[in-house]
Antibody, heavy 118, light 108 residues
Framework: EVQLVESGGGLVQPGGSLRLSCAASGFTFSDHDMDWVRQAPGKGLEWIGRSKNSGQRYTTEYAASVRGRFTISRDDSKTSLSLQMSSLKTEDTAVYYC?????????WGQGTLVSVSS | DIQMTQSPSTLSASVGDRVTLTCRASQSLGECLAWFQQKPGKAPKTLIYKASNLESGVPSRFSGSRSGTEFTLTISSLQPDDFATYYCQQCNAYAPYTFGQGTKVEIK
């Protein structure tokens, strides 16, 4: 069974940094693309970044809203995905989801809440 | 960037109704589109992948189709558990892999 468990969310001040993690199990981690998706309170879903699979050399892609501030990395030995967030803004407040794509199907974690506030 | 436009934003319907949600892409996607259902406080759940494939465990009253750059999610007979917000997402070859803005299905 595919499982994704996010952690690391919390309250951070504007301009601060935070690192989220996603622990993956139930599939061959290195073979699949991994996304981060967020949802601000009362808003829709926003794709923010992707770590492609080993066959695509782990290429990373980012949404314009986070490029240069957020960095995605993965550790295949630990089957873990990370999202390093810096220069955080109040508008980054959201639930952050980890998503993997297997044969066209999207599998989601339960999400972790990040609140950016002074 | 590919834009995804969902309509309507809100849909009011009754149990037993047949409902149709639409997602239109600004460029050709082929079959590369997924539909998700989200309930308040919960993570999204995949309903349909590759435009028309029903995810395992999803009731057969849900179906997806494509005509050119227009994608449709149909619920053949709306059930109480189906009142939720529905999102489409394009999975084209290149980022950003945009979502539609969502359609909220409400009780009429």
């Amino acid at each position: 069974e595919v499982q994704l468990v996010e952690s690391g969310g919390g309250l951070v001040q504007p301009g601060g940094s935070l690192r989220l993690s996603c622990a993956a199990s139930g599939f061959t981690f290195s073979d699949h693309d991994m996304d981060w998706v967020r949802q601000a309170p009362g808003k829709g879903l926003e794709w923010i970044g992707r770590s492609k699979n080993s066959g695509q050399r782990y290429t990373t892609e980012y949404a314009a809203s986070v490029r240069g501030r957020f960095t995605i990395s993965r550790d295949d030995s630990k089957t873990s995905l990370s999202l390093q967030m810096s220069s955080l803004k109040t508008e980054d407040t959201a639930v952050y989801y980890c998503v993997t794509w297997i044969a066209g199907r999207g599998y989601w974690g339960q999400g972790t809440l990040v609140s950016v506030s002074s | 960037d590919i834009q995804m436009t969902q309509s309507p934003s809100t849909l009011s319907a009754s149990v037993g109704d047949r409902v149709t949600l639409t997602c239109r892409a600004s460029q050709s996607l082929g079959e590369c589109l997924a539909w998700f259902q989200q309930k308040p406080g919960k993570a999204p759940k995949t309903l349909i992948y590759k435009a028309s494939n029903l995810e395992s465990g999803v009731p057969s009253r849900f179906s997806g189709s494509r005509s050119g750059t227009e994608f449709t999610l149909t619920i053949s007979s709306l059930q109480p558990d189906d009142f939720a917000t529905y999102y489409c997402q394009q999975c084209n070859a290149y980022a950003p892999y945009t979502f539609g803005q969502g359609t909220k299905v409400e009780i009429k």
